[in-house]
């Protein structure tokens, strides 16, 4: 298995654009969770799935995030519109159940001007 | 609230040193652990995980172990190489399914 990809690998974009990332996690996996780190912050879960419902957003910043998964194989992390303050890695992750091993993607790196 | 913390921040060593990584948890209530690596501008790596009812795992090098009662585990790596400096992170579940990550341990071997 080619792993959980996500794309872009980078963005840059202006304040106030609106900005898509992606993720594929690794077929078999029930769960899908968005994470974000920062320097300041680390690591934050912004939210999870299981068999493509969102369990829990509490992790959302913001109204002007949101999240779906339209089916097993794919999933999107919205931001609109995006602020300087966004700017960090976004890392998405999968599991076969939501406490088992770990695995994440590559991530990518945002950078809102 | 689950929190976690991780000593020391930064850790350098010549290689062939063995190290112990700490990380602690304030809720025990936890039915594993995980350790992680993460390697500059890279995802991180699920190097191993404990459940609950263990006290230890070991992969190669590595060996994590586990006590609940004390909200601690701990990370040894033995004769340590340059290819192990990285961050290293711990996870703890924390309402079943979301992990709350530690904020890391980075590692510099040098020759």
């Known amino acids: 298995d080619a792993g959980v990809i996500q794309s872009p690998r980078h963005e840059v974009t202006e304040m106030g654009q609106e900005v898509t990332l992606r993720c594929k996690p690794i077929?078999?996996?029930?769960?899908l969770f968005w994470y974000r780190q920062t320097m300041m912050r680390g690591l934050e879960l912004l939210i999870y799935?299981?068999?493509?419902?969102?369990?829990?957003d509490s992790g959302m910043p913001e109204d002007r995030f949101s999240a779906k998964m339209p089916n097993a194989s794919f999933s999107t992390l919205k931001i609109q519109p995006s602020e300087p303050r966004d700017s960090a890695v976004y890392f998405c992750a999968s599991s076969i159940l939501g406490n088992e091993k770990l695995f994440f993607g590559s991530g990518t790196q945002l950078s809102v001007l | 609230k689950q929190e976690v913390t991780q000593i020391p921040a930064a850790l350098s060593v010549p290689e062939g040193e063995n190290l112990v990584l700490n990380c602690s948890f304030t809720?025990?209530?936890?039915?594993?652990l995980q350790w992680f690596r993460q390697d500059p501008g890279k995802g991180l790596t699920s190097l191993l995980l404990i459940q609950s009812s263990q006290r230890e795992q070991t992969s190669g090098r590595l060996n994590a172990s586990l006590d609940k009662s004390s909200g601690r585990s701990t990370l040894y790596i033995a004769a340590s190489q340059p290819g192990d400096s990285a961050t290293y992170l711990c996870a703890v579940p924390y309402n079943t399914d979301k992990l709350i990550f530690g904020t890391g341990t980075r590692l510099q071997v040098f020759p």
């Open positions: 809720d025990s209530a936890i039915y594993n």
């Open positions: 799935f299981n068999n493509n419902v969102p369990i829990d």
């Open positions: 077929s078999g996996h029930n769960s």
